[in-house]
């Protein structure tokens, strides 16, 4: 195969070169499945795929890898090649729909566009992907650590997630200064008025030093510490000490004013 286009640094681009772990980030696709694979590079990953599911579309920004990626699929009537923006790509043009996420996500959009994937393509019931190990961690934090945030309560509201396997760089090209890791999502219904739970849990962690109810918008202040009070907590607690569902619950009981 050639290596049309070199990695480059502002795609956030680590090009999967090791078969081990591509069959890993593969594993648990199947016949019945259409898969979406981001990123794909040269090509490497989705060839795995290909073998595996009925159809696989590959959604690739950087033209300079087409010519490779293409060459990689060439034959295989199951993969569609689309280019375009991962960000801003219009997913409900997909025919037919698919109901996976297998990929080797691009470094420096991975965040955004997991959460943009959780939200708006409902069509994905299992999202399984390699990101850098930190913010893998930060996607599975548990309440009460240090990676604990806005971002992981809302990708758990919508998602179980876990971290599956650790990576090291040297299955990449080039290999990043960082490890990486494989992370699992398995949607989850969406919580009723998630729109507002979210604009909640954003202005909860707006500032971590302060107590949750001091982060709260003004109407709800007086009522708050009674709330947390019913789901365990005490008036000074701060944002990191609730679970998602607790923001949930947190919502619910204040919405006549959020």
């Excluded at 579309?57 to 689309?82: C, K």
């Excluded at 992370?183 to 219904?189: A, G, L, N, Q």
């Excluded at 500032?207 to 510490?225: G, M, Y």
Aim: aromatic content about 6%.
């Amino acid at each position: 195969m050639s290596e049309h286009g070199p990695p480059k640094k502002r795609f956030g681009q680590h090009f999967l070169k090791d078969p081990n772990t591509a069959r890993i980030v593969a594993s648990g696709v199947t016949r019945g499945d259409v898969v979406l694979e981001i990123g794909p590079g040269r090509g490497f990953l989705t060839t795995f795929l290909a073998r595996e599911a009925s159809l696989v579309h590959a959604v690739e920004l950087d033209p300079d890898v087409l010519p490779s990626l293409r060459e990689a699929v060439g034959g295989m009537e199951n993969v569609l090649v689309h280019e375009g923006d991962a960000l801003r790509f219009d997913y409900s043009v997909l025919e037919p729909e698919p109901n996976k996420l297998v990929a080797n996500l691009p470094y420096n959009i991975a965040s955004p566009l997991v959460l943009r994937l959780l939200e708006e393509v409902d069509s994905l019931t299992t999202l399984r992907f390699m990101v850098q190990l930190e913010v893998a961690r930060r996607m599975a934090a548990q309440r009460g650590g240090k990676d604990y945030a806005a971002y992981a309560v809302l990708a758990q509201l919508l998602a179980r997630v876990k971290i599956s396997h650790k990576v090291p760089p040297t299955v990449f090209d080039p290999p990043p200064r960082v490890h990486s890791a494989v992370v699992e999502m398995e949607r989850k219904s969406r919580p009723d008025g998630y729109e507002r739970i979210k604009r909640l849990v954003l202005g909860a962690f707006r500032n971590r030093r302060k107590r949750l109810v001091n982060n709260l918008p003004e109407p709800v202040r007086r009522e708050a510490p009674l709330v947390l009070q019913s789901l365990g907590y005490g008036p000074d607690a701060r944002a990191e000490e609730l679970a998602p569902e607790d923001f949930v619950a947190l919502y619910r009981a204040l919405s006549w004013a959020l």
